[in-house]
């Protein structure tokens, strides 16, 4: 938990340089008051400089599994860029924890992270806390706008991000970015943005107070903004990102900054002429493997990562599926993170189930459990449509043998090759090979069984092996068809509704064998 404070006890951003001062002048075993500050001047910063706070907790490093982001004792700038790729956790890795809480800025050092990404905001009343939005509406439900709340009314609110992580993730204080700080600004790189645009002073005079902060903090800012030129003064390496809206100002802007950003939807082209400029790009936000692997294809150095346990591949393959924790695993998630916490499925605490009730055609990524790293496996699930079934031409099913994680949607073209098969409510069960590209697919095999109902878990296996694919419907008295195809053999699958609009569809019991 953070640290509750009054107002009485919490400085303003007028007066934080001067407050911290102070306070390490005083942990350096100094007594102060305003006669002692002011006969102290500028030594009581040359201190701070030179002696570690007391206060500062060195977080404990992660397993270092992955040398692309494995923490060492104080990451710096250098070390950092020095990694191929390197990472940075995005909002502490929102993908996996409460994004910009404590927790997630934790949980991506524990892992190993050696750089984190924080968005600011100013209270009404002047303090400076981690959140990326000006509201708090999308982060806690409640809409506050940040600049107009005192921290002792921000203190109050949560975090919650369970609509897309899962309803198990506990809401999370808003934190003081002080206390942040406090934890990482000595021993990890922290990429640090002024979101209103107007706290640049107050958040330089900040970071100045840390030992060695021109090693360990960056200045993060949309590329249009002038706030680089105090960074820059102050000695801090300066990052500018750049959406669509920029690349028409791309040779007036890049100089202005040490290293560029570009989105994950930028074009191939887009990209390369932003590496072409011979600095540092750095590209946000990563979510998927395919994303890491083409920003590497395209010569980008540096990623901003919102799923750092799965993209890095420190997390291991589960063999089954974990929705009765309600929490989403590492690498699971929908075909799409660019249309908010919608598209992610709901976790039935009931069935120990996920629904996939989005009103657009839906995949869910089963990450988590890909790739197998066998040439030989089957693919086992249950399905279930619990209210009512859909149209007798519509299906549901699973996606498989994808060589990488692009999104896989049925009845919907896409970039990857894979099989899949489906189920309709008639009972048909069928067998695709999809090439890129196509919509169809060319059909491999069927076989009818019972039809299915409402509320009935049908239980489906997909055997995969060097020469071939044998499909089987396990409930009843079992069915199942081969084919000797073995045009794909990737180890990425998905879960798939394949109609636009109602009923749901849920999915459980998804194992790996």
């Avoid at 506050?144 to 198990?168: F, Y």
């Avoid at 919608?342 to 790739?371: C, R, T, W």
Wanted: proline residues 6%.
């Amino acid at each position: 938990m953070v640290e509750q404070r009054s107002e009485r006890d919490v400085p303003t951003v007028a007066d934080a340089h001067l407050h911290r001062s102070m306070t390490r002048a005083g942990r350096a075993g100094v007594p102060f008051n305003r006669r002692t500050l002011f006969v102290m001047g500028g030594s009581a910063l040359l201190l701070s400089a030179c002696q570690a706070d007391p206060r500062r907790a060195t977080p404990v490093p992660g397993p270092a599994k992955s040398p692309a982001i494995s923490g060492q004792v104080a990451s710096t700038v250098d070390t950092l860029f020095s990694a191929k790729p390197f990472y940075i956790g995005h909002r502490g890795s929102g993908d996996n924890w409460p994004e910009h809480t404590r927790e997630a800025y934790s949980k991506a050092v524990e892992l190993g992270a050696q750089a984190i990404e924080i968005s600011v905001n100013a209270t009404s009343d002047g303090v400076l806390v981690c959140h990326h939005d000006k509201s708090t509406l999308r982060s806690t439900g409640q809409d506050l706008i940040i600049s107009e709340t005192t921290w002792a009314e921000l203190s109050t609110l949560r975090v919650d991000a369970r609509d897309w992580l899962g309803p198990a993730a506990e809401p999370q204080p808003i934190p003081r970015l002080d206390d942040v700080l406090d934890l990482f600004a000595a021993t990890h790189v922290i990429f640090i943005e002024d979101k209103q645009g107007t706290n640049a002073v107050a958040l330089l005079d900040l970071m100045d107070t840390y030992p060695d902060a021109t090693s360990h903090f960056v200045w993060k800012q949309w590329g249009g903004a002038g706030q680089y030129a105090l960074a820059a003064e102050r000695g801090y390496k300066c990052w500018g990102y750049f959406g669509p809206e920029l690349f028409g100002d791309l040779d007036r802007l890049a100089g202005r900054f040490d290293y560029l950003g570009v989105p994950h939807t930028a074009s191939d082209a887009e990209i390369a002429r932003v590496v072409a400029f011979g600095k540092p790009v750095i590209a946000w936000e990563i979510h998927y493997r395919w994303m890491k692997d083409r920003m590497g294809a395209l010569g980008v150095a540096g990623l901003m990562c919102s799923n750092l346990p799965y993209v890095t591949e420190i997390a291991q393959p589960e063999t089954v599926d974990h929705f009765a924790s309600g929490l989403r695993t590492a690498g699971d998630l929908p075909w799409t993170t660019d249309k908010g916490w919608g598209v992610q499925p709901a976790f039935v605490e009931k069935n120990e189930s996920i629904s996939l009730s989005h009103q657009d055609i839906q995949s869910y990524l089963m990450g988590s459990m890909s790739p197998s790293g066998a040439d030989t496996y089957r693919i086992q699930c249950e399905l279930c449509w619990p209210d009512r079934l859909p149209q007798a031409r519509e299906h549901a099913g699973i996606a498989f043998c994808a060589d990488d994680d692009r999104p896989y949607r049925v009845r919907i073209a896409g970039e990857v090759s894979a099989y899949h098969v489906i189920l309709r409510p008639t009972g048909s069960l069928e067998l695709f090979r999809r090439a890129a590209g196509d919509v169809d697919g060319t059909l491999l095999g069927s076989v009818d069984t019972t039809a299915a109902r409402a509320g009935q878990w049908v239980q489906l296996e997909v055997a995969v092996t060097p020469v071939g694919i044998t499909v089987y419907r396990l409930d009843g008295r079992g069915w199942s068809f081969e084919t000797k195809d073995a045009a794909y053999r990737g180890s990425y699958f998905w879960l798939c509704k394949n109609y636009r609009g109602a009923p749901p569809v849920e999915f459980r019991a998804v194992k790996i064998l």
